[in-house]
């Protein structure tokens, strides 16, 4: 009996240590872990100035006509990367039309936007400057702006030395692209799949087995967990108007091709347990909700409890660690610097 005790637990030690390696091998041929350095962007080498320039940038409101609002009023560092409401509020205090997603990690995902209108973070970050709903300004006004103030000025001559007019609105969209290049967040699955096995709980690797068993993993796979591909909600069973409003096409409204009515593209589901509320329409606040809508409406399933329990447990494994931000300091306006305006156009 002494000498079996001891074989029977080698014996289960064993085979749980066999079972976490299958399932890592698998999770590692579906997934990847996050990158220990700063993603390489195409078309834009990343330097320390063109970062440092760009952190200015993603702070300044005066970016925006109104002097109120920049790309952290809706890309919250310190709270998941959103700003935590169902759809921005901008110019004039109006609604945007969608759910902000999380600028943490966006550099990585295949296209920007819910609908994929943007193929990148450069072509993104132009878009929330010029309309209406959200920041209300122009190209040529933000140029002015920036060129209005010396330290600008010097900024984009360090961050781009090698152009005659480095003060352009492409290169504000390029220096912001630097710096969301930095919102690497990794996380405990990271460290799993490098190779921690204490860094999920078990809940979690039962969520990651059934994550991948059920088919989640379908649409939401790659580095960043989705942000790539795109997909009708409702490809079993449309949810109800409340969560999937009918004004709202998706896809269709960049292609105009009927297929694409109300497809969208697959959600990064990195940080997911803080950047509620979910889905395009931002009408869902819980997790535990927003994971049994699409258990229902994309795979016909119907989860019993204790399978969102552990799902959830291994979306929340992918909160990660933001890198520190440090807040930039702002140069101040001159009497060239254009006035602001709360005016709706």
Same mark, same amino acid.
């Given at each position: 009996?002494?000498?079996?005790?001891?074989? #029977?637990?080698?014996?289960?030690?064993?085979?749980?240590?066999?079972?976490?390696?299958?399932?890592?091998?698998?999770?590692?041929?579906?997934?990847?872990?996050?990158?220990?350095?700063?993603?390489?962007?195409?078309?834009?080498?990343?330097?320390?100035?063109?970062?440092?320039?760009?952190?200015?940038?993603?702070?300044?409101?005066?970016?925006?006509?109104?002097?109120?609002?920049?790309?952290?009023?809706?890309?919250?560092?310190?709270?998941?990367?959103?700003?935590?409401?169902?759809?921005?509020?901008?110019?004039?205090?109006?609604?945007?039309?969608?759910?902000?997603?999380?600028?943490?990690?966006?550099?990585?995902?295949?296209?920007?936007?819910?609908?994929?209108?943007?193929?990148?973070?450069?072509?993104?970050?132009?878009?929330?400057?010029?309309?209406?709903?959200?920041?209300?300004?122009?190209?040529?006004?933000?140029?002015?702006?920036?060129?209005?103030?010396?330290?600008?000025?010097?900024?984009?001559?360090?961050?781009?030395?090698?152009?005659?007019?480095?003060?352009?609105?492409?290169?504000?969209?390029?220096?912001?692209?630097?710096?969301?290049?930095? #919102?690497?967040?990794?996380?405990?699955?990271?460290?799993?799949?490098?190779?921690?096995?204490?860094?999920?709980?078990?809940?979690?690797?039962?969520?990651?087995?059934?994550?991948?068993?059920?088919?989640?993993?379908?649409?939401?796979?790659?580095?960043?967990?989705?942000?790539?591909?795109?997909?009708?909600?409702?490809?079993?069973?449309?949810?109800?108007?409340?969560?999937?409003?009918?004004?709202?096409?998706?896809?269709?409204?960049?292609?105009?091709?009927?297929?694409?009515?109300?497809?969208?593209?697959?959600?990064?589901?990195?940080?997911?347990?803080?950047?509620?509320?979910?889905?395009?329409?931002?009408?869902?606040?819980?997790?535990?909700?927003?994971?049994?809508?699409?258990?229902?409406?994309?795979?016909?399933?119907?989860?019993?409890?204790?399978?969102?329990?552990?799902?959830?447990?291994?979306?929340?494994?992918?909160?990660?660690?933001?890198?520190?931000?440090?807040?930039?300091?702002?140069?101040?306006?001159?009497?060239?610097?254009?006035?602001?305006?709360?005016?709706?156009?």
């Amino acid at each position: 009996m002494r000498l079996f005790i001891p074989l #029977l637990l080698a014996t289960t030690a064993l085979a749980t240590s066999v079972h976490a390696d299958a399932l890592r091998d698998t999770a590692a041929e579906i997934f990847k872990a996050l990158p220990s350095t700063i993603p390489a962007i195409k078309d834009n080498p990343v330097t320390p100035a063109k970062i440092e320039l760009g952190k200015a940038l993603f702070f300044d409101p005066r970016l925006s006509a109104s002097g109120v609002f920049s790309c952290y009023s809706c890309h919250n560092l310190t709270a998941g990367g959103d700003d935590n409401m169902e759809t921005s509020v901008g110019h004039g205090w109006q609604k945007g039309p969608r759910n902000a997603p999380t600028a943490l990690n966006a550099v990585l995902n295949e296209a920007q936007f819910w609908d994929g209108r943007a193929d990148d973070l450069k072509a993104q970050a132009k878009g929330p400057v010029q309309a209406g709903v959200e920041m209300a300004n122009t190209p040529e006004q933000v140029v002015i702006t920036l060129g209005s103030m010396p330290a600008y000025v010097d900024w984009f001559a360090a961050a781009f030395p090698d152009e005659t007019d480095p003060i352009s609105f492409d290169n504000m969209a390029r220096a912001i692209e630097a710096f969301e290049a930095t #919102l690497i967040t990794p996380a405990p699955f990271d460290a799993w799949l490098n190779g921690d096995d204490a860094a999920l709980s078990a809940d979690a690797k039962a969520g990651l087995q059934l994550f991948m068993d059920k088919g989640c993993s379908s649409c939401h796979s790659g580095i960043n967990v989705g942000g790539h591909g795109y997909y009708p909600f409702g490809l079993v069973e449309k949810p109800g108007a409340e969560v999937l409003p009918p004004g709202d096409k998706g896809r269709f409204k960049v292609t105009e091709t009927a297929s694409d009515e109300y497809v969208f593209r697959a959600a990064p589901l990195r940080n997911i347990g803080v950047t509620a509320p979910y889905f395009h329409s931002g009408k869902v606040w819980e997790l535990p909700v927003a994971v049994e809508i699409m258990a229902e409406s994309q795979l016909g399933e119907a989860l019993k409890p204790e399978e969102t329990t552990q799902i959830v447990a291994f979306l929340h494994s992918l909160t990660g660690t933001l890198p520190p931000v440090t807040l930039p300091v702002l140069p101040p306006e001159t009497d060239a610097t254009p006035r602001p305006t709360s005016i709706i156009k």
